[in-house]
T-cell receptor
Framework: AQKVTQAQTEISVVEKEDVTLDCVYE???????LFWYKQPPSGELVFLIR??????QNEISGRYSWNFQKSTSSFNFTITASQVVDSAVYFC???????????FGAGTRLFVKA | DTGVSQDPRHKITKRGQNVTFRCDPI?????LYWYRQTLGQGPEFLTY????????KSRLLSDRFSAERPKGSFSTLEIQRTEQGDSAMYLC??????????FGQGTRLTVV
């Protein structure tokens, strides 16, 4: 089965708190890609990161960081010092080599209060 | 080119009517995708084009749904005899190759 699970439906934090969004995936393929997207209230999906299955290095981009662990099939996303503008729905997704179909999780809605 | 463009942004239609949505991808992108997103869920794959060829269709795409991409540029998604269950956000995305897809803002369909 190919599946993405985001167990956290909603998270609410106060501005400047750190927050981690969990993502667990299932696939039997050895080569795959993992993504995070942000969906603000305007509706479009904004690409945040793509990681292939052979690259387990953690990545940091400004206040965003990602922790990819193949041993636990997880690809977690941390926002450091959250801001109100981070409020959105965040989706974790899974795709495959030569693939055209991206499988999305159900999303985690993040509320950041001032 | 400012990104993937979808038209209209919102559509309200009566049950049984036909609707058509348009997607203009990023100009140099040869891959185009349609997804459907219902409330509280992630987007679900509907169909995929490489240039003008429709290479894959999801089982979600019933006979009432048809998509085209003439000349490998813009694409249209038509829903015939709409049902209330068709109410959703329809998202279009484009890409150069497998990997990063750029999504449009979507068309929100409400069937009353």
């Amino acid at each position: 089965a190919q599946k993405v699970t985001q167990a956290q439906t909603e998270i609410s934090v106060v501005e400047k708190e750190d927050v981690t969004l969990d993502c667990v995936y299932e696939t039997r393929d050895t080569t795959y890609y993992l993504f995070w997207y942000k969906q603000p209230p305007s509706g479009e999906l904004v690409f945040l990161i793509r990681r292939n299955s052979f690259d387990e290095q953690n990545e940091i981009s400004g206040r965003y960081s990602w922790n990819f662990q193949k041993s636990t099939s997880s690809f977690n996303f941390t926002i450091t010092a959250s801001q109100v503008v981070d409020s959105a729905v965040y989706f974790c997704a899974l795709s495959f080599t030569g693939g055209f179909k991206t499988i999305f999780g159900a999303g985690t809605r993040l509320f950041v209060k001032a | 080119d400012t990104g993937v463009s979808q038209d209209p942004r919102h559509k309200i239609t009566k049950r049984g009517q036909n609707v058509t949505f348009r997607c203009d991808p990023i100009s140099e992108h040869n891959r185009l995708y349609w997804y459907r997103q219902t409330l509280g869920q992630g987007p679900e794959f509907l169909t995929y084009f490489q240039n003008e060829a429709q290479l894959e269709k999801s089982r979600l795409l019933s006979d009432r749904f048809s998509a085209e991409r003439p000349k490998g540029s813009f694409s249209t998604l038509e829903i015939q005899r709409t049902e209330q269950g068709d109410s959703a956000m329809y998202l279009c995305a484009s890409s150069l190759a497998a990997g990063e897809a750029f999504f449009g803002q979507g068309t929100r369909l409400t069937v009353v």
